[in-house]
């Protein structure tokens, strides 16, 4: 198995500019999670979907940003126009619909580093 | 709302001792726990959970936690550090309930690994 797949894994861009994250959960995993770990705040969630659907979006910081999942195997999370506080490392991470074994355990991307000059 | 306190932002032992990292949590019901491991530039590993059942559990790589309901704690020991173990470690906690899978995470604890 391949494992949560991110890209990029390193993100460079300037203010006011889009930016695209992308994620492949594992398959056959129906949840997938967004995270942003900063060293102030730690590590957030800042939106999940279960079976593509977005279940809690609490955590997304602003209109700015903005997450799908059009199928099962993708997810992509936005920010624009994107600013320098949004520099962070973003994590994907997925895990199996709940009533499945091991449907507890969250599997992570490697992250994506995004630093917005 | 849950919420986790790991007291020590960063502990430095030397190979071969003991290590105990800690973790308080609030949650109004039964938690379900968990602890995650993060290698420099890597994303989380899970090294054990607790859902129910006996308070030790045992995890990969030596690890193992306590659950102790009367202190809200689920520290993480490991009996001898090796210098591989140099990383920061999370702690998290989550309700499981009604197709919920949240996690609410510690800010974590940098561990080194004096040779």
């Known amino acids: 198995d391949a494992g949560v797949i991110q890209s990029p894994r390193h993100e460079v861009t300037e203010m006011g500019q889009e930016v695209t994250l992308r994620c492949k959960p594992i398959?056959?995993?129906?949840?997938l999670f967004w995270y942003r770990q900063t060293m102030m705040r730690g590590l957030e969630l800042l939106i999940y979907?279960?079976?593509?659907?977005?279940?809690?979006d609490s955590g997304m910081p602003e209109d700015r940003f903005s997450a799908k999942m059009p199928n099962a195997s993708f997810s992509t999370l936005k920010i624009q126009p994107s600013e320098p506080r949004d520099s962070a490392v973003y994590f994907c991470?997925?895990?199996?619909?709940?009533?499945?074994?091991?449907?507890?355990?969250?599997?992570f991307g490697p992250g994506t580093r995004l630093t917005v000059l | 709302a849950q919420s986790v306190t790991q007291p020590d932002i960063h502990i430095t032992v030397s190979e071969g001792a003991s290590l105990e990292l800690r973790c308080n949590y609030s949650y109004g019901a039964t938690p379900y726990l968990f602890w995650y491991v993060q290698s420099p530039g890597q994303g989380l590993q899970l090294l054990l959970k607790?859902?129910?059942?006996?308070?030790l559990v045992q995890g990969i790589k030596g690890f193992e936690a306590e659950f102790k309901r009367s202190q809200s704690s689920f520290n993480l020991r490991k009996p001898s550090v090796h210098w591989s173990d140099a990383a920061e470690y999370f702690c998290a906690v989550g309700p499981f309930g009604a197709g919920s899978y949240q996690l609410t995470f510690g800010k974590g604890t940098k561990l080194s690994v004096i040779p």
């Open positions: 991470a997925s895990n199996l619909t709940p009533g499945q074994g091991n449907a507890d355990t969250q599997y």
């Open positions: 398959s056959g995993h129906n949840s």
């Open positions: 979907f279960n079976n593509n659907v977005p279940i809690d």
């Open positions: 607790y859902f129910s059942g006996d308070t």
